[in-house]
């Protein structure tokens, strides 16, 4: 089955750090842009990062440009978001989603991340 | 960055009814708007992409049209699943911004 499956949300201190993972199966990662997205509660949606691991190609929104690093392990089939110095307004439920045609075709269900003392 | 703006924000609406949402972007993104559906605790799901082309398995009563900077996306005959939230979303110089939503809740 096609699919990706995002996982390593949790509660954090502001300053803290988290990485998030999103495996891929039914696919190779090296074959597709993906990008992370992210929706605070009962919010609307925000592009985050992107990668193209064939190309090295990153880009990253200006809200968390430093702060977050974007990488691929194709032999692990996975995507990663290593989040740093995290804020309150990063509270959200982040996704993974696969990138086909400038327009975002699977999506995984999603990983909370609280930000909060 | 190119900002998308929706309206409606949210629309009442009956089975059966004719819906259009309309998406306007800050400048002109050619043909690369994309449209998705969202319901409750769930992941967006692609609708349209490339302004009018329908992703595989979206059934037919949803199209997509515009150019530049004016984009619709229009349910031609509203059924109960339906029921979701509606975003536009552009992809211009890897920058990809979404709008606000659309909600569309039944009268």
């Known amino acids: 089955e096609v699919q990706l499956v995002e996982s390593g949300g949790g509660l954090v201190q502001p300053g803290g750090s988290l990485r998030l993972s999103c495996a891929a199966s039914?696919?190779?990662?090296?074959?597709?842009?993906l990008n992370w997205v992210r929706q605070a509660p009962g919010k609307g949606l925000e592009w985050v990062a992107y990668?193209?691991?064939?190309?090295?190609?990153?880009h990253y929104a200006d809200s968390v440009k430093g702060r977050f690093t974007i990488s691929t392990d194709n032999g692990k089939n996975s995507l990663y978001l290593q989040m740093n110095s995290l804020r309150d307004e990063d509270t959200a439920v982040y996704y993974c989603a696969r990138d086909q045609i400038y327009a975002f075709d699977l999506w995984g269900q999603g990983t909370m991340v609280t930000v909060s003392s | 960055d190119i900002q998308m703006t929706q309206s409606p924000s949210f629309v009442s609406a009956s089975v059966g009814d004719r819906v259009t949402i309309t998406c306007r972007a800050s400048?002109?993104?050619?043909?690369?708007l994309a449209w998705y559906q969202q319901k409750p605790g769930k992941p967006p799901k692609l609708l349209i992409y490339a302004k009018s082309t329908l992703q595989s398995g979206v059934p037919s009563r949803f199209s997509g049209s515009g150019s530049g900077t004016d984009f619709t996306l229009t349910i031609s005959s509203l059924q109960p699943e339906d029921f979701a939230t509606y975003y536009c979303?552009?992809?211009?110089?890897?920058?990809?911004?979404f709008g606000q939503g659309t909600k569309v809740e039944i009268k």
């Open positions: 990668i193209r691991s064939s190309t090295s190609l990153i």
């Open positions: 979303q552009q992809a211009d110089n890897f920058a990809w911004t």
């Open positions: 400048q002109d993104i050619a043909k690369w």
């Open positions: 039914g696919f190779s990662l090296s074959s597709f842009s």
